[in-house]
């Protein structure tokens, strides 16, 4: 069973940042595909950012370009968000999923995290 296991929100003010980690349970996990998801409350689960099994073709929300970075360690079972520059609009529980298809459709992701609450201030 892969579990996905983030970390790192937290409440800060606009303009700051914060790393979300997700810390996956087996070697095996990383042949998946890696996607960051958020949901703000009322709203909908929205695509973030996703990487390839390889670390290659990072891809983002319009929203977040130029100030989000995806990365990941297949050697520390971990993929990251670097969150520079927050705004209040980013708040939200962000979540981890990998999956072997690639995509901005939560559907494709077969495994999740619990979710890291981000709250930023104006």
């Known amino acids: 069973q892969v579990q996905l296991v983030e970390s790192g929100g937290g409440s800060v003010q606009a303009g700051g940042s914060l790393r979300l980690s997700c810390a996956a349970s087996?070697?095996?996990?990383?042949?998946?595909?890696m996607g960051w998801f958020r949901q703000a409350p009322g709203k909908e689960r929205e695509f973030v950012a996703g990487?390839?099994?390889?670390?290659?073709?990072?891809n983002y929300v319009d929203a977040v370009k130029g100030r989000f970075t995806i990365s990941r360690d297949n050697a520390k079972n971990t993929v990251y968000l670097q969150m520079n520059n927050l705004k209040p609009e980013d708040t939200a529980v962000y979540y981890c999923a990998a999956g072997l298809v690639p995509g901005v459709v939560p559907g494709l992701y077969n495994y999740w995290g619990q979710g890291t609450q981000v709250t930023v201030s104006s």
């Open positions: 990487i390839s099994w390889s670390g290659g073709s990072p």
């Open positions: 087996r070697r095996t996990f990383m042949s998946n595909n």
